[in-house]
């Protein structure tokens, strides 16, 4: 051989073609744990079961893990030996030597039943195995091997195409130092059952880059993978299948990472992403018959340092409970925004309080709907010393019934620290604003602190649904009482308006509060003379942000909105409607009612005739031409979103004349995110994940998850409930996710899961803490709850005591 040796009185025992009865004493070897002795060794077995020549890979594959074992740190460093005679897995003495095993083998049934429980008691010992691509293919009639490997490939050979693989675990050894799109050439095999979820998958290869042929995975296709097995370490690659992969500098610190790992020479975990190591329950109880005592109509939440949750309840009573509907009614829309506080140390819930708001209507057409109530809570960052708890919400002491308009606020009360109870006297009012309340809807709600002490306020357009098709909301003609209702250029497109905005605000002690620089307008500019816009905001053009996070890591904000309602795409109005999430790094114009998606136009219209299309909006020129419009003509320039989803798919984009505009027919779509769909869809922004390795809580989500974005939808059929990787490089600019992996193994979904997510957040002992809504709307029910989501897999392995040469 070129390269490799196989080391002399190695094997012993019959010749390589005898397939002697298995001997019963052979499954409890006498291997000490863990193998290998004082210098590491790793054995590399080529044999195979198909006849010819010996497959160029094999000198290529020995060559490559030679070079690793004898490159890098000395204490990293280890010894090759090659055989291809099976003879060895019977030798029990000479192969405890081995640290690690590595599989480089064309496949078929190269074991016979002894060496095969020599395998798995090497295994059982604590030993470590690495599988090279047709690997997968070795010992196809044994179980226990399928376990080892993780998955099998589907029929038919694979030919070699270039492609980008997707390298989602950002701390591996195997993984760490890689691209986070690595394109490369290879064999690229199909699975006939998807390990993911079984195994810890650290890296997939994207189908769309190349033809994955029958039996493909789809966007979920896992490409590299390792979990403890047995006893022992396992990884296995689907890479490696041509020569020129051994060559690759990336592919072989991919094979680094593996040895070290499976040879202990350092830990790794591969247990984060196996759904078996988490556990989801529910905290709270149904509430009683007729009281909101445990739960409110769940509508966000946040976690104290101490580990007390506070949830708030939008303004719904249980279906027991009346609706006022009637404008002639003093009490018409009448509820309570109620907050909870769940006490992890106590397991009980305690009502902090209720706020009278207006908000207690549901159902019917669009005139009697309301989505207004208590919609978002943040604690002052303070809020171990001073108590304060800032509250969005919509006073029903603050309706006008004769002109259907109420007042908006976000105040600041003040919460007894002894006993949960907020003091309503206490109330600071920072910011107010007028919303009307003729037409139901969006009212937006989230809210979120950076590190610099900035408030971040989502506010909905507080437009109608209907009126436009589905499509922009840019009706002009509908008003009540001179106010429009279904033009969301009065609003959201409006630089003198403060709905349809993500506002940034830097609370003041007093009460009152400053504007933090940088934000989109200073309040300042002027049209044609006169102040045409508000120095709160920060984003504009968003329609029902409910949702939003910073990441106080890099005080970037993340957020989601939900869109309008057309189920499919026209060549007249423009996109179907879609669902929104955008990492948002500066301030920014982000498009509604003139653009969605990664900037596509809807048509203009305005009076006298609304019905009858204009010309397209420019995304790059937007201009506000409503008659419904106080603030700046000129407005700024659309900023492409990250993540946008129809019914049709995730990431729908079509080609574009020579203008710039889509075609808009749906047989010409392209879907950029094929993870996602859509349907009944409604954005659900989640946090960005931090891990903190001085944290002592046993349940914190591993280091695998760290600096992942959480998205998800208040639904749980097709709609993503994901962890998506950026690529901080574009994800300002409007780049798509490099990754994403599905949550919804992990965070249950179904009936008698968290079938209706309406918030979540991490909290200070790592865990995710997530609100399900309940089985109705505008009421609480039996499934609203407060649920929490533990990690249970435990740390790295190998433990600390059983790293090879002590090494960390």
């Not at 019914?647 to 079509?654: E, H, L």
Request: proline letters at 8%; charged letters at 20%.
């Amino acid at each position: 051989m070129a390269a490799g040796v196989v080391a002399a009185g190695l094997l012993s025992g019959p010749a390589a073609s005898a397939r002697p009865a298995p001997d019963p004493s052979l499954t409890t070897m006498s291997i000490k744990s863990p193998p290998g002795g004082a210098n590491v060794r790793v054995l590399l077995f080529y044999g195979s079961a198909a006849g010819g020549d010996e497959s160029p890979l094999v000198n290529a594959g020995i060559a490559a893990i030679e070079r690793i074992g004898q490159t890098g740190p000395e204490n990293q460093r280890f010894t090759v030996t090659a055989t291809g005679d099976p003879r060895v897995f019977t030798n029990d003495t000479k192969l405890s030597r081995f640290n690690a095993i590595v599989f480089l083998t064309g496949g078929g049934d190269v074991l016979d039943p002894e060496q095969e429980a020599g395998l798995e008691a090497y295994m059982e010992a604590g030993g470590g195995f690495v599988g090279l691509h047709n690997a997968a293919r070795a010992e196809p009639y044994s179980d226990w091997f399928t376990g080892l490997i993780g998955a099998r490939p589907a029929a038919g050979q694979a030919t070699v195409q270039r492609a980008t693989v997707e390298v989602g675990d950002r701390v591996h050894p195997a993984t760490r130092t890689l691209p986070l799109e690595w394109k490369r050439p290879d064999k690229w095999l199909n699975w006939v059952k998807n390990p993911s979820g079984d195994v810890h998958t650290v890296a997939r290869v994207r189908e769309s880059t190349y033809k994955p042929g029958s039996g493909a995975n789809g966007w979920d296709h896992p490409v590299s993978w390792c979990r403890d097995y047995d006893g022992g370490r396992s990884f296995y690659t689907g890479m490696g299948g041509t020569v020129s992969s051994y060559d690759e500098t990336d592919f072989r610190e991919h094979l680094r990472g593996a040895l070290l790992w499976t040879t202990r020479l350092v830990q790794a975990d591969c247990k984060a992403t196996i759904t078996g190591n988490y556990k989801a329950e529910r905290l709270t109880k149904p509430n009683q018959p007729g009281q909101n005592d445990q739960i409110g109509e769940p509508h966000g939440l946040v976690t104290a340092p101490d580990g007390r949750v506070f949830s708030i309840g939008r303004g719904g009573a249980d279906a027991s409970q009346p609706v006022v509907t009637d404008w002639n009614d003093p009490d018409v829309g009448k509820g309570k925004g109620e907050i909870h506080v769940y006490d992890p140390k106590t397991k009980e819930v305690t009502l902090a309080g209720a706020l009278t708001v207006f908000g207690n209507k549901g159902g019917g057409d669009e005139l009697t709907k309301v989505e207004e109530g208590l919609l978002g809570i943040e604690l002052d960052p303070k809020f171990e010393q001073n108590g304060w708890v800032y509250l969005h919400w919509t006073p029903h002491s603050g309706i006008d019934r004769e002109k259907h308009m109420a007042e908006r606020r976000v105040s600041r009360f003040t919460l007894d620290q002894a006993t949960d109870k907020l003091d309503l006297s206490s109330e600071k009012v920072l910011l107010k604003w007028p919303v009307q309340i003729h037409s139901c809807c969006h009212a937006g709600g989230g809210m979120a602190w950076d590190s610099k002490g900035n408030l971040y306020i989502a506010t909905g357009d507080n437009n109608s649904s209907g009126f436009s098709g589905g499509y922009s909301g840019n009706n002009p003609e509908p008003n009540y009482k001179g106010v429009s209702f279904a033009d969301a250029r009065r609003t959201a497109g409006n630089t003198n308006n403060l709905n349809g905005k993500i506002l940034r605000i830097h609370p003041e002690p007093d009460g009152t509060y400053t504007l933090p620089e940088g934000n989109l307008f200073t309040g300042k500019e002027t049209d044609e003379g006169g102040g045409k816009t508000r120095g709160e905001i920060y984003v504009m053009g968003v329609r029902n942000p409910a949702r939003i996070s910073v990441d106080k890591k890099t005080d970037i904000l993340y957020a989601g909105w939900v869109g309008p309602d057309a189920g499919a795409p026209s060549a007249t109005w423009g996109p179907a409607k879609y669902d929104t999430f955008a990492v948002i790094t500066k301030a920014s114009n982000r498009g509604w009612p003139y653009c969605m998606g990664n900037k596509q136009p809807y048509r203009d219209r305005n009076l006298p005739d609304p019905s009858q299309p204009l010309g397209w909006y420019d995304c790059d020129h937007p201009k506000n031409e409503s008659p419904n419009n106080d603030g700046l003509v000129n407005l700024p320039p659309v900023t492409g979103n990250n993540i946008w989803y129809s019914p049709q798919g995730g990431g729908p984009d079509f080609p574009r004349d020579a203008n710039g505009i889509p075609s808009y027919k749906a047989e010409e779509a392209a879907y950029r995110l094929p993870w996602l769909k859509g349907g009944g869809q409604a954005a659900m922004n989640g946090p960005v994940y931090r891990y903190d390795d001085t944290n002592p809580s046993d349940v914190k989500w591993p280091a695998y998850w760290d600096g992942k974005w959480f998205v998800g939808d208040f639904y749980d059929a097709d709609q993503p409930r994901n962890a998506v990787l950026m690529d901080p490089r574009t994800q300002g600019d409007g780049g798509l996710p490099v990754h994403s992996e599905s949550l919804k193994k992990i965070v249950p979904v179904g009936n008698d899961g968290i079938k209706n997510l309406m918030g979540w957040t991490f909290g200070p002992d790592g865990a995710l803490y997530v609100l399900d809504y309940g089985r109705g709307f505008f009421t609480s029910d039996a499934k609203s709850a407060l649920w929490r989501v533990t990690y249970t897999g435990g740390g790295p392995t190998p433990a600390a005591g059983l790293l090879a040469r002590g090494t960390q």
